[in-house]
Each structure stands twice: as C-alpha cells, then as structure tokens.
C-alpha cells in the first residue's frame, strides 16, 4: 500500500498562474483533508471531504477550491496564485470524519 | 476564538532524558485530541484521547488527558536520538460555524531535538 501520496512535491509559480495539486489514496478511507503548513502557524485546515459527493471549508478556504473526484482522489485547485500561498501543503486522510489522519508527504509550493 | 497551545516551542535533552510536552486548548464542544510526530516530512499518528485519566501508552511514548483542566501532557522517556521531530497537539471541536460543522485546530508543535 502507497498510503497517501501526492503530486508534485515541488512547485514554483508566478504570480496568477494556476495549479492543481493532486492527492491519491488507496486504504479506501471516506474522508480527505487538505492543510496547508507556515513557519510559526503550524498547520492549518483549508478544505475537506467527509465523504465521496461531499467537500467543506475549514479555517482557511480563499483562494483555493477542491474536488473530490472519487472516493480516492482528492485534488487542491489555486485559480490565481498568490504570493501568500507559498507554502507546504500537506493531504491526508482518515476512516471517517473524527479518526486519527494519514498525511502525504508534502507539496512545496512557490509564488513568485 | 479556538486555541491549541503547546509548550515549549522548543527543548533540548540529550539521550536518555525524560521530557514531558505541553498541550493546552480552549474549545468549544471538544470531541477529541491528537499527537502526532512530524520528521522530515509528513506528520505520523501517535495518539488519540477523548477520556479524561486514560494513559494511552505505545512504548516509551506515553499520553494523558485532563478535560477538567483542559490539557494533554506527551511524555517521552529514555529519550533516543530518533525522537528528534516537531510533536504536535491537534484538538478536534464540534460547532456549528463551520459549514458541516467539523474543525481540527493544531498547534504550532514542540521542536525536540535530543543529543547523544
């Protein structure tokens, strides 16, 4: 089993350029989440899917927006990317909503 | 406002210390709290608590909650060089600001590093 993978592991962009960030995985878990992760703020929610058919906004949801394209895709679109978003982005997944995560290993993301 | 506070930021030990981490959280409708344990790259799971006075316990990691007091302690003991990670605390709430109503607030981790 992969676990939780993602692609790319890096990323650099310009200003206003677009970008999907992919995320796959194959322990059949219902719910995906997206964070992103920042020097000094640890990690913070962006979007999530309970379950395949379903996607909601965490704590840090604009600018970006989700698709959950089956139960084992999960992807992360940036329509017009922004300096701030430079970042580590971080996918994981779980059972269900309140079980423990499985993270990927990270999306460094640059915006120039 | 939601808080997740962990302490120190930062702590060196040498090889075969005890340390104890620090999580303190204000929260409303508190269902659970998370460990985990970020090395070079993606956080790995150590523990979940939803009980008060039950040491979840998984080698020389151990954890306790207190909902009473509203903290959780990560204590690590006979401490080896490959503990060295940043831990973090993550506590999830129930509420209704949120569109289903589900939110997971982490900390900003504790950085260990042990020497040998």
């Known amino acids: 089993n992969a676990g939780v993978t993602q692609t790319p592991k890096f990323q650099v962009l310009k200003t206003g350029q677009s970008m999907t960030l992919q995320c796959a995985q194959d322990m059949n878990h219902n719910s995906m989440y997206w964070y992103r992760q920042d020097p000094g703020m640890g990690l913070r929610l962006i979007y999530y899917?309970?379950?395949?058919?379903?996607?909601d906004k965490g704590e840090v949801p604009n600018g970006y927006n989700v698709s959950r394209l089956n139960k084992r895709e999960f992807s992360l679109r940036l329509e017009s990317a922004a300096p701030s978003q430079t970042s580590v982005y971080f996918c994981?997944?779980?059972?269900?909503?309140?079980?423990?995560?499985?993270f990927g290993p990270g999306t460094r993301l640059t915006v120039t | 406002e939601d808080k997740v506070v962990q302490s120190p930021l930062s702590l060196v030990v040498h090889e075969g210390d005890t340390v104890t981490l620090n999580c303190s959280y204000e929260v409303t409708n508190f269902r659970s709290l998370l460990w985990y344990k970020q090395e070079k790259k993606a956080p790995t799971f150590l523990f979940m608590l939803?009980?008060?006075?039950i040491e979840k316990k998984s080698g020389r990691l151990s954890s306790i909650l207190d909902k009473k007091e509203l903290f959780s302690i990560l204590n690590i003991t006979a401490t080896q060089t490959g503990d060295s990670a940043i831990y973090l605390c993550a506590v999830e709430a129930i509420r209704p600001r949120l569109d289903s109503g589900y939110a997971l607030n982490f900390g900003k981790g504790t950085s260990l590093l042990v020497t040998p």
């Open positions: 899917s309970a379950s395949e058919g379903t996607t």
């Open positions: 939803t009980s008060s006075g």
């Open positions: 994981a997944s779980s059972r269900d909503k309140s079980y423990e995560q499985y």
